[in-house]
């Protein structure tokens, strides 16, 4: 028994030990991507928090620090803004007796006159938690000024901190003017920094790379010239598209995995899902297809992509996004389930518009699970009845895969009970969405799934 308490006490110990060392970690975009995401969903900091192994204070100042304010114009708040404004029939404060025009209907009456029966709404979000915008319902209807969270932002503001709080000399003139006739004679000399170090540790008040920082910064006598190893070996590149820890090349699955997913269903069991992939047709680079398919009647879009890469994939997300229009996008493609291509590795711009704002929540499945997304994969047999595997794309126009997708999606389905994708969509989706995708309903007699379909 005392065995079982001395091991539990323990364990005990290395969980404080491990979320205090957490705790000491400054937050990374993923955790503002995080908190920003929680924000619009209405989370509070506490709940914040605990996920993230953080004081709630922590993401009080973070949001506090880090938010952009977005100033109504003057004619909103003066006018637009006014509980008065449905009702208000004022007219001629300009003094013009003549005027017929309402004086909220006339911009030059109200940029130049201050109205007597003012009574202007005001809102305190701002000023207590969460102090922002993000999940108010109310945001495109209010008139008065805003707070935003955008972590991109924040990040970049970090980062700019970051940077300038290490810029410059972090020694008196005197301090510097002594390290430097202590060290510029031994490396003129040749000597190496490790030599150096090894000999004078006790008396050099900075570390090793702060003093390869200052001969970068050329405030000593001696400069890289006199290093020998400084200026043999040249920078390394760094492989962007390839980063070199395992940890980096994961994290856009931060809080994006299909557990995550399964958890947000549960708490969102209403949530319209959407599955996303693309098909290939040959291995060389080339144009190729995206496919997205809504799980609850199995109607599916076809995207034709120039060339299978994230900026493709996004440039056709933004499109779909401005063709659907953003309350439809917003509405119906809530959450978007995918694999783990490499086209796929950049929630971040998936998730927000162009601008900066959310529109949908991107999860991934795990590795070797296509089973997750099985409903859109066995979709892709009917895409491959008429496009065979190895097949080039090259000659094919978006017109004629909105043809393609408008036969697959004309197909009756055991699955469905008999019912074409097309029939459930006019049910469970808006019935605009098909015709600003570019497809048509085909008669069941004149549905093709062969390679003559799209034979010039």
């Given at each position: 028994?005392?065995?079982?308490?001395?091991?539990?006490?323990?364990?005990?110990?290395?969980?404080?030990?491990?979320?205090?060392?957490?705790?000491?970690?400054?937050?990374?975009?993923?955790?503002?991507?995080?908190?920003?995401?929680?924000?619009?969903?209405?989370?509070?900091?506490?709940?914040?928090?605990?996920?993230?192994?953080?004081?709630?204070?922590?993401?009080?100042?973070?949001?506090?620090?880090?938010?952009?304010?977005?100033t109504a114009s003057a004619v909103a708040t003066e006018c637009r803004n006014c509980r008065n404004y449905p009702t208000c029939n004022i007219k001629h404060l300009c003094g013009r007796s003549t005027c017929s025009i309402k004086c909220k209907q006339c911009y030059r009456a109200l940029k130049t006159y201050d109205c007597p029966n003012v009574d202007l709404i005001t809102c305190d979000i701002p000023f207590k938690p969460p102090y922002i915008c993000n999940g108010c319902d109310n945001r495109s209807l209010c008139h008065t000024e805003k707070h935003f969270y955008y972590a991109k932002k924040a990040q970049a503001e970090y980062e700019a901190t970051l940077v300038n709080s290490r810029v410059g000399i972090n020694l008196t003139p005197e301090e510097l003017s002594d390290l430097d006739k202590m060290i510029s004679p031994l490396i003129i000399k040749g000597q190496p920094l490790s030599h150096i170090f090894a000999v004078h540790a006790d008396d050099i008040p900075v570390c090793r790379r702060t003093l390869y920082n200052y001969l970068d910064q050329q405030v000593f006598e001696a400069k890289n010239l006199d290093l020998h190893r400084r200026v043999r070996y040249k920078k390394r590149r760094v492989n962007k598209h390839t980063p070199g820890s395992k940890n980096l090349k994961q994290i856009y699955r931060n809080r994006r995995t299909y557990k995550d997913f399964e958890v947000y269903m549960e708490h969102h069991p209403d949530a319209s899902v959407v599955e996303l992939d693309t098909v290939k047709g040959t291995r060389e680079a080339g144009k190729c297809l995206m496919t997205l398919l809504f799980r609850s009647c199995n109607f599916m879009i076809i995207i034709l992509l120039p060339r299978c890469t994230q900026e493709a994939v996004i440039n056709a997300i933004n499109g779909l996004y401005d063709s659907i229009t953003p309350r439809l996008f917003k509405k119906y493609f809530e959450v978007i389930l995918t694999d783990n291509g490499a086209e796929f590795k950049n929630p971040w711009d998936i998730e927000k518009d162009s601008n900066g704002r959310h529109r949908c929540y991107l999860f991934y499945c795990d590795p070797y699970a296509s089973n997750q997304k099985g409903k859109l994969e066995k979709n892709h047999e009917y895409i491959r009845y008429v496009i065979p595997k190895g097949k080039s794309m090259q000659n094919y126009t978006q017109a004629d895969i909105n043809k393609l997708a408008s036969h697959i999606n004309s197909t009756a389905r055991d699955g469905l009970n008999g019912a074409t994708p097309f029939a459930l969509a006019n049910i469970l989706i808006d019935k605009r969405i098909p015709i600003l995708t570019g497809q048509f309903e085909v008669s069941p007699d004149d549905v093709m799934l062969k390679p003559e379909l799209l034979k010039k």
């Amino acid at each position: 028994m005392l065995h079982d308490c001395i091991g539990y006490l323990s364990a005990g110990k290395d969980y404080l030990m491990a979320n205090k060392k957490k705790n000491n970690r400054h937050l990374t975009l993923t955790d503002r991507t995080y908190i920003e995401q929680e924000l619009v969903r209405g989370s509070s900091f506490t709940d914040i928090a605990k996920v993230l192994g953080k004081d709630p204070s922590t993401i009080s100042k973070e949001v506090k620090l880090h938010f952009e304010v977005k100033t109504a114009s003057a004619v909103a708040t003066e006018c637009r803004n006014c509980r008065n404004y449905p009702t208000c029939n004022i007219k001629h404060l300009c003094g013009r007796s003549t005027c017929s025009i309402k004086c909220k209907q006339c911009y030059r009456a109200l940029k130049t006159y201050d109205c007597p029966n003012v009574d202007l709404i005001t809102c305190d979000i701002p000023f207590k938690p969460p102090y922002i915008c993000n999940g108010c319902d109310n945001r495109s209807l209010c008139h008065t000024e805003k707070h935003f969270y955008y972590a991109k932002k924040a990040q970049a503001e970090y980062e700019a901190t970051l940077v300038n709080s290490r810029v410059g000399i972090n020694l008196t003139p005197e301090e510097l003017s002594d390290l430097d006739k202590m060290i510029s004679p031994l490396i003129i000399k040749g000597q190496p920094l490790s030599h150096i170090f090894a000999v004078h540790a006790d008396d050099i008040p900075v570390c090793r790379r702060t003093l390869y920082n200052y001969l970068d910064q050329q405030v000593f006598e001696a400069k890289n010239l006199d290093l020998h190893r400084r200026v043999r070996y040249k920078k390394r590149r760094v492989n962007k598209h390839t980063p070199g820890s395992k940890n980096l090349k994961q994290i856009y699955r931060n809080r994006r995995t299909y557990k995550d997913f399964e958890v947000y269903m549960e708490h969102h069991p209403d949530a319209s899902v959407v599955e996303l992939d693309t098909v290939k047709g040959t291995r060389e680079a080339g144009k190729c297809l995206m496919t997205l398919l809504f799980r609850s009647c199995n109607f599916m879009i076809i995207i034709l992509l120039p060339r299978c890469t994230q900026e493709a994939v996004i440039n056709a997300i933004n499109g779909l996004y401005d063709s659907i229009t953003p309350r439809l996008f917003k509405k119906y493609f809530e959450v978007i389930l995918t694999d783990n291509g490499a086209e796929f590795k950049n929630p971040w711009d998936i998730e927000k518009d162009s601008n900066g704002r959310h529109r949908c929540y991107l999860f991934y499945c795990d590795p070797y699970a296509s089973n997750q997304k099985g409903k859109l994969e066995k979709n892709h047999e009917y895409i491959r009845y008429v496009i065979p595997k190895g097949k080039s794309m090259q000659n094919y126009t978006q017109a004629d895969i909105n043809k393609l997708a408008s036969h697959i999606n004309s197909t009756a389905r055991d699955g469905l009970n008999g019912a074409t994708p097309f029939a459930l969509a006019n049910i469970l989706i808006d019935k605009r969405i098909p015709i600003l995708t570019g497809q048509f309903e085909v008669s069941p007699d004149d549905v093709m799934l062969k390679p003559e379909l799209l034979k010039k």
